[in-house]
């Protein structure tokens, strides 16, 4: 499996508070993405890096901020959590070939009261 | 754009019979095409995928996919379905004109009926 780990694996916090969550590789990998995933929307899109300090905005960008200052790690934060980011996000690398698959992490379950 | 359409949000089949699971996409330029398969509280797994050349293309755990370029559609079938297959199953497109992002399908629910 590739090497990816998201933390922390769950969360629950208040409205209005700020979260960060991580994503860790050991592949080297150029490319990090985060989604979210809700029932009935499947995977949506968030943000995605292509390099240190290279970041784009995705689908759902709208409440989320991220940044990676090194290869192995891209941090999403929501500054000030809302109800309707309770989901569970997931974090993917890829070497960036489009023809490559994407490996993902096992998830973030959060929950904001 | 690429967009993917999954027909059907939840299958069931029996154990022993015919999984069939249906994808169609949409992509102005030769698509690249995966399949996934997600097991509860787990993250995405990578169950097959199409680039160039054979269409039919095989898989883990005995699934394999067509690309049907003409119907632009990857269903995903196994022959005989197990206990353990039942997971949620998700399609996914990408192509060169997509900045290096994956679109995904809503995703299918297969439950196996022993």
């Known amino acids: 499996d590739a090497g990816i780990t998201q933390s922390p694996r769950h969360k629950v916090t208040e409205t209005g508070t700020p979260v960060t969550l991580r994503c860790h590789q050991t592949?080297?990998?150029?490319?990090m993405y985060w989604y979210r995933q809700d029932p009935g929307h499947g995977l949506r899109l968030i943000h995605y890096?292509?390099?240190?300090?290279?970041?784009d905005k995705g689908e759902v960008s709208d409440g989320y901020s991220v940044s990676r200052s090194k290869t192995e790690d891209f941090l999403l934060t929501l500054e000030s959590a809302t109800s309707s980011q309770t989901s569970v996000y997931f974090c993917a690398i890829s070497a960036g070939q489009l023809n490559q698959p994407q490996h993902f992490g096992d998830g973030t379950r959060l929950s904001i009261l | 754009a690429q967009s993917v359409t999954q027909l059907g949000s939840h299958v069931s089949v029996s154990e022993g019979a015919l999984v069939l699971l249906r994808c169609n996409y949409s992509s102005s330029v030769p698509p690249y095409l995966f399949w996934y398969v997600q097991y509860p509280n787990q993250g995405l797994q990578l169950l097959l995928k199409?680039?160039?050349?054979?269409?039919l293309v095989k898989g883990i755990n005995g699934f394999e996919a067509e690309f049907k370029k003409s119907e632009t559609s990857f269903h995903l079938t196994k022959p005989s379905a197990h206990m353990s297959d039942a997971a949620e199953y998700f399609c996914a497109v990408s192509a060169e004109n997509t900045g290096n992002q994956f679109y995904f399908g809503t995703g299918t629910s297969l439950t196996v009926i022993p």
């Open positions: 199409y680039t160039t050349g054979a269409t």
């Open positions: 592949e080297n990998h150029r490319y």
């Open positions: 890096s292509y390099g240190v300090k290279d970041t």
